[in-house]
């Protein structure tokens, strides 16, 4: 009852605020616009990637031609031999090359008999331009596993690249770009909450007899429906851009909602340690944007050293984007993003405990 | 260190609302409430009077659980306010100094906040909250958000948050800061209703806002209780000191001059002298003016007001 005035309350005090709630619903909007315009639509770029074949047999064959070259994004051209798909790539004719290890085929193979085994394909790419690099290689790796059906069982009788064969720079680009879109709710989750210690309001409610979890769930539940109608917003300009769901739409929208009500309790948690609005902003500002950098939002976190790796793992945007992504370009299903799912219940449970904590220490000074 | 606290040994009284134990409250170096011991009786009206910065918003603050005591403490309806405090809370209504309200939301949806965290059931509550906006003049309003209030109305709607809850002890802290005085009348009337059945503890710095309503006044400076009782009590302190007032047409300075030598304290302004001294004589004071040829408008003793009360315990003005 206490939690559901407070939900309502909070609710109604952000609606109201016209002003507060354009800034909550219009920047994502205005944000997945502009990126839809630069990464999707028809306009998506293509990327030339050269590929030699030293395996050379039916397998790769199948790999080269129904696989890369269903891609639309990518435009494959075969080389005999090493040295001239480096001097292609060298005058920027390619901006990566493939190399099909011998045993290609057979490792395949095995993968499709035993679903056991491993493949390894070698990629060359242009250091310069590690934004392209970063997304053939996300491109290559995807229709790889599925080609070899390591997260999908395919057999090569059924069409194996039907599926891979939609990718759009859309779909990779997408899940990470959401993830960053829930990432920065961090510094608006606890605008409210700042907005009443600062008024002196959340005092003035203090001395009634409310627990600190009902506070808390009051403010957080809040934002969880700003959080889900941003959600929507961005799944529906995702799709409309060209990115395609290829696994359950709910167990994404899980994924993000998850990461969302990470980011509330961050947000909370912030707000409960800091005394101002103008604080607890660039408190979560500086928090956000080095996590948003390491968490794989714009480029694959396989790209950072290690111990960043191990640091960005730490926190629950890395996981969610791999989650993601699996789900909407892979088409995987929870079996295979469990542990993801879980680390995410898990972070968001012990967050709000730390709130929790933190907010009744603030409740009396 | 609180084990062998003296306070520990006070004993818990039933008839009253509040009692502290030495409580005190220090921020850093300042020692905001200094070991204060109050004891509120149930119905009573309590005002706390005390110049900017004595301590009565920080002895409220933590009557109400929202600051920890450094030191002391403090029964509410009973409860321990160190170990209690829901329960604490739950006996409190309370109109803070500060006006704070949800901006966006209308009045009657602020009351209603306020009710429902005190788990009050619906009915009952929207019935309650509707009465309140009618006594506090702000029914036409009820549907309009508050940030669009005048300062006044927010005041009054202020006031009745702490009401809402319908609770035995009501802790208004400064309630009339800001309203006009006819607003300010119909407050008072409100709490003098109130009166008879609620313990009210008040902080003013109206004097005549604690010397119409209080039943006892407690006077407080730099964090120390430094007077107490009633009305009544505080003026008689004054007993026997007289202020003299005298209107005359024709003051000369060479008068006044020989009136300032004779008495403590005199004033003079707009032709009007007023005397204040222990040893000062209506009239041998009349005669000695007459004697000197001053035309006298009007004469009178005047009773000694809280307002001298004040000056004399605390050697400062109440309000700056
Ligand atoms: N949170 C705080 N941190 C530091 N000092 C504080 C704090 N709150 C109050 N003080 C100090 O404690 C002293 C008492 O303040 P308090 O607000 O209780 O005074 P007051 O009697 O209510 O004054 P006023 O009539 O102006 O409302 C002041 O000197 C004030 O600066
Ligand atoms: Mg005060």
């Known amino acids: ?365 | 260190m609180v084990i062998d606290n003296p306070i520990y040994f006070k004993k818990p009284d039933d008839n009253f609302a509040i009692q502290t134990f030495d409580i005190t409250r220090i921020f850093g170096k300042l020692v905001a409430v200094n070991g204060i011991n109050l004891n509120i009786k149930k119905g009573e009206l309590f005002a706390l009077l005390g110049p900017n910065g004595a301590g009565k918003t920080t002895i409220i603050s933590m009557l109400c659980c929202l600051l920890k005591p450094s030191s002391g403490t403090a029964l509410v309806m009973g409860h321990d306010i160190n170990k209690d405090p829901y329960r604490v809370k739950a006996t409190l209504g309370i109109s803070p100094q500060e006006t704070t309200l949800s901006d966006h939301l209308n009045p009657l949806e602020n009351l209603e906040l306020i009710g429902s965290l005190h788990n009050m059931k619906p009915k009952v509550l929207r019935e309650r909250a509707k009465k309140l906006l009618e006594t506090m003049g702000l029914a036409e309003r009820a549907k309009d958000q508050v940030r669009k209030f005048s300062g006044g109305m927010k005041r009054r709607l202020n006031i009745a948050m702490a009401l809402i809850n319908d609770p035995p002890i009501i802790i208004l802290d400064e309630p009339t800061l800001g309203l006009d005085p006819q607003s300010r009348r119909v407050v008072w009337k409100y709490i003098a209703r109130l009166k008879k059945d609620k313990t009210i503890l008040l902080t003013t710095h109206y004097l005549e806002e604690a010397d119409f309503l209080a039943d006892r006044i407690g006077i407080i400076d730099e964090g120390k209780l430094v007077a107490l009782g009633t009305s009544r009590d505080l003026k008689n302190d004054m007993i026997d000191t007289h202020t003299i007032v005298i209107k005359a047409w024709n003051l000369t300075q060479k008068t006044i001059m020989e009136m300032k030598a004779k008495y403590e304290d005199v004033q003079i302004s707009d032709g009007t002298m007023t005397i204040t001294d222990r040893l000062a004589d209506f009239r041998k004071i009349v005669d000695y003016l007459h004697a000197a040829g001053t035309i006298i408008r009007s004469a009178y003793i005047r009773e000694p007001t809280l307002d001298d009360v004040f000056i004399k315990i605390t050697g400062k003005e109440l309000r700056e």
Not at chain 1, 7 to 21: G, H, Q, S
């Open chain 1, 1 to 365: 009852m206490r939690f559901w005035s407070l939900f309502t309350r909070n609710i109604k005090e952000t609606c109201r605020d016209v002003m507060a709630l354009a800034f909550l619903l219009a920047f994502p909007l205005l944000f997945m616009l502009l990126f839809g315009a630069a990464f999707g639509g028809s306009n998506s770029p293509s990327y030339a990637v050269g590929v030699v074949d030293n395996d050379q047999t039916e397998v790769s064959q199948g790999f080269i031609n129904n696989a890369l070259s269903e891609v639309s994004v990518l435009q494959v051209s075969t080389y005999n031999d090493t040295d001239t798909a480096l001097e292609k790539l060298r005058l920027g004719n390619i901006s990566s090359y493939i190399v099909i290890p011998q045993g290609f085929g057979e490792q395949v193979s095995q993968l499709w008999q035993s679903k056991q085994g491993n493949i390894s394909l070698d990629i060359t790419y242009d250091e310069s331009n590690l934004a392209v690099s970063e997304q053939i290689i996300s491109i290559i790796n995807s229709v790889t596993r599925s080609f070899a059906g390591i997260e999908i069982p395919i057999t090569i009788n059924t069409n194996p690249i039907n599926i891979e064969s939609r990718i759009t720079n859309m779909d990779f680009t997408a899940p990470g770009i959401i993830i960053f879109g829930l990432l920065i709710m961090i510094p608006t989750a606890g605008r409210l909450m700042l907005h009443d210690k600062e008024t002196h309001f959340l005092h003035r409610i203090m001395t009634t007899p409310t627990h600190p979890w009902e506070f808390l769930a009051g403010y957080a539940s809040s934002m969880v429906i700003i959080a889900i109608i941003q959600i929507i917003i961005f799944i529906l300009l995702g799709w409309m851009f060209g990115m395609d769901i290829i696994g359950s739409i709910w167990l994404a929208f899980a994924i993000f909602l998850l990461a969302a009500v990470c980011s509330i309790g961050i947000g909370m948690v912030v707000a409960s340690l800091s005394k101002s609005e103008n604080q607890g902003e660039s408190l979560s500002w500086l928090f956000s944007m080095p996590l948003a950098i390491v968490s794989g939002v714009w480029f694959s976190i396989e790209f950072l050293p290690p111990y960043l790796q191990t640091f960005a793992n730490l926190f629950p945007y890395a996981h969610a984007v791999s989650a993601a992504r699996a789900v909407i370009t892979r088409g995987v299903g929870m079996e295979a993003v469990s542990g993801d799912v879980y680390f995410l219940i898990g972070w968001a449970v012990v967050v709000f405990i730390v709130g929790t904590i933190l907010f009744r220490r603030t409740m009396r000074s």
